[in-house]
């Protein structure tokens, strides 16, 4: 099972659903449509209505980050886990990187997934190296140390999806040879089986720069389980291309 998940980012109004609504119905008459899941995270002032118009329907909706403490608390503009399961949200991005450079540590990143997982959502968990970790080699200690730090053998593993979205690629157009994903995917899936001790791991996706022409450049390398995309998920048009031509 391949994952397609958009992440709208501060992105969208309440009519934005006609945009899911044209990917939902592409998705119904797709044959291809038992091979992958998608996922579409909208802020969270569009969760609650998104999520009850596509309870039945072939999309998920998830959230783009949380609060690292669980249920309620006196943090003013702060939103938990479990208020967002709430709500209908059955995903969860934690650790991106533009969270991570607003603050998100180790500790509350911890938090924000164990509090998650405890509600039973499903997260989605971002990792990856910047422009200088990749120019002096440190991109596997890097990710193993995302991944250590904040993961733990027992957190229950089939709630979890790994997005390695390198920084230096999201939004740039740059992304990384298809040899060095596979080499990092690889690394990535090895470090999980430690974590886990287990044989099998959570997917683990790729997430940055994701676009309908480079798509199939990606639909090349099995290792890969699904992809976060950014920018190309607010276009109904360009979300659907990516789809089509992964599967061309």
Do not use: C, W
């Given at each position: 099972m391949k994952y397609f998940i958009g992440n709208w980012k501060m992105f969208g109004v309440p009519k934005s659903v006609n945009i899911i609504n044209k990917i939902n119905s592409f998705v119904k008459n797709d044959r291809n449509r038992n091979k992958y899941r998608i996922v579409l995270t909208p802020p969270y002032t569009l969760i609650e209505t998104f999520a009850k118009y596509f309870k039945n329907k072939l999309i998920s909706i998830g959230a783009q980050n949380c609060f690292h403490k669980d249920l309620f608390s006196?943090?003013?503009?702060?939103?938990?886990?479990y208020m967002l399961k709430q709500i209908g949200s059955k995903y969860i991005i934690i650790g991106h990187s533009d969270n991570r450079?607003?603050?998100?540590?180790?500790?509350?990143?911890?938090?924000?997934?164990r509090f998650a997982l405890k509600h039973n959502l499903r997260v989605i968990f971002c990792i990856g190296?910047?422009?200088?970790?990749?120019?002096?080699?440190?991109?596997?200690?890097?990710?193993?140390q995302q991944l250590s730090s904040v993961l733990e053998k027992k957190f229950?593993?089939?709630?979890l999806i790994i997005a390695y979205e390198p920084i230096w690629s999201i939004g740039t157009g740059m992304i990384p040879s298809s040899e060095d994903l596979i080499k990092n995917t690889s690394f990535i899936k090895k470090t999980l089986k430690k974590i886990f001790n287990s044989k099998k791991t959570p997917p683990v996706l790729y997430g940055g720069s994701v676009d309908s022409n480079n798509i199939e450049q990606f639909s090349k390398i099995n290792i890969i389980d699904g992809f976060l995309i950014g920018g190309a998920s607010k276009s109904s048009k360009k979300f659907i291309d990516i789809?089509?031509?992964?599967?061309?």
């Open positions: 006196s943090n003013t503009g702060a939103v938990s886990p450079s607003e603050g998100d540590n180790d500790q509350m990143l911890r938090n924000k997934v190296e910047n422009k200088k970790h990749k120019k002096n080699k440190k991109t596997f200690t890097v990710l193993k229950k593993m089939n709630n789809i089509k031509n992964y599967y061309r």
